[in-house]
């Protein structure tokens, strides 16, 4: 852990209270694991967590209370020196909540059992439409770390090296990651995700003989042979 700011849980906490400018104090849980992120439930935003990026992108005061904890906490997480002067894009900041039944975005029914938590990432002002990869992994390992919210919101499991299952805007994505506590500190060992590959088709493609160069030749050739036979 410790990819931006040095540390895992950059102000040592697994919940911080965050003092926002016009939104008062704010309970998030800081952690940094690939890529810094900020953790917000979306129930603290009258969200259920599974709306599509298109819904909680068009609620325009939403998004502005997002940016507005994300840039705090880039301050707080010394990645900035002020809220103005915080990166677009980094930390980035993600809702999670409990799984439950949902729908994709294809309109695919996404159940609850199918999935341990759910969880929405803002990239770069918008939610994204799956989970950027160092967010999946920041988020897992959060998961794993006990208190947080992200904790809090995961389902409860017996092997903690299991693969996390987040609901996603897109279906289901599997994270995996170890996570330790040695002498009272957590420690991030590894996160890692998991790429599919799939035959996109199978068939025939026509070309043209006069637009290969030496293929009318060797036509010839062996149709001059099988005659002589």
Same mark, same amino acid.
């Given at each position: 852990?410790?990819?931006?700011?040095?540390?895992?849980?950059?102000?040592?906490?697994?919940?911080?209270?965050?003092?926002?400018?016009?939104?008062?104090? *704010?309970?998030?849980?800081?952690?940094?694991?690939?890529?810094?992120?900020?953790?917000?439930?979306?129930?603290? %935003?009258?969200?259920?967590? =599974?709306?599509?990026?298109?819904?909680?992108?068009?609620? =325009?005061?939403?998004?502005?209370?997002?940016?507005?904890?994300?840039?705090?906490?880039?301050?707080?997480?010394?990645?900035?020196?002020?809220?103005?002067?915080?990166?677009?894009?980094?930390?980035?900041? $993600?809702?999670?909540?409990?799984?439950?039944?949902?729908? =994709?975005?294809?309109?695919?029914?996404?159940?609850?059992?199918?999935?341990?938590?759910?969880?929405?990432?803002?990239?770069?002002?918008?939610?994204?439409?799956?989970?950027?990869?160092?967010?999946?992994?920041?988020?897992? *390992?959060?998961?794993?770390?006990? $208190?947080?919210?992200?904790?809090?919101?995961?389902?409860?499991?017996?092997?903690?090296?299991?693969?996390?299952?987040?609901?996603?805007?897109?279906?289901?994505?599997?994270?995996?990651?170890?996570?330790?506590?040695?002498?009272?500190?957590?420690?991030?060992? %590894?996160?890692?995700?998991?790429?599919?590959?799939?035959?996109?088709?199978?068939?025939?493609?026509?070309?043209?003989?006069?637009?290969?160069?030496?293929?009318?030749?060797?036509?010839?050739?062996?149709?001059?042979?099988?005659?002589?036979?």
């Amino acid at each position: 852990g410790g990819a931006g700011t040095g540390k895992l849980l950059p102000t040592g906490k697994v919940i911080d209270q965050l003092e926002v400018s016009g939104l008062g104090t *704010v309970e998030v849980s800081m952690v940094d694991a690939a890529n810094p992120l900020v953790f917000v439930e979306a129930s603290s %935003f009258g969200l259920t967590g =599974t709306e599509l990026p298109e819904d909680i992108d068009a609620r =325009t005061e939403v998004m502005q209370r997002l940016d507005s904890i994300r840039r705090h906490a880039a301050v707080v997480m010394g990645l900035a020196r002020s809220p103005e002067s915080a990166s677009p894009a980094v930390p980035m900041i $993600g809702l999670v909540a409990p799984a439950q039944d949902a729908r =994709t975005l294809a309109g695919e029914p996404n159940p609850a059992a199918d999935g341990d938590l759910t969880a929405r990432i803002v990239s770069s002002g918008n939610i994204h439409r799956a989970l950027p990869l160092t967010g999946s992994i920041c988020t897992t *390992v959060a998961a794993r770390i006990e $208190g947080t919210l992200v904790h809090r919101n995961a389902r409860p499991v017996e092997d903690p090296e299991a693969d996390l299952r987040i609901q996603q805007p897109s279906g289901v994505l599997r994270v995996a990651s170890k996570v330790l506590q040695r002498n009272g500190e957590w420690h991030a060992e %590894f996160g890692a995700t998991y790429r599919t590959q799939r035959r996109l088709f199978d068939g025939f493609v026509y070309v043209p003989a006069a637009r290969v160069p030496g293929l009318l030749s060797l036509r010839s050739a062996r149709s001059g042979g099988e005659r002589a036979a």
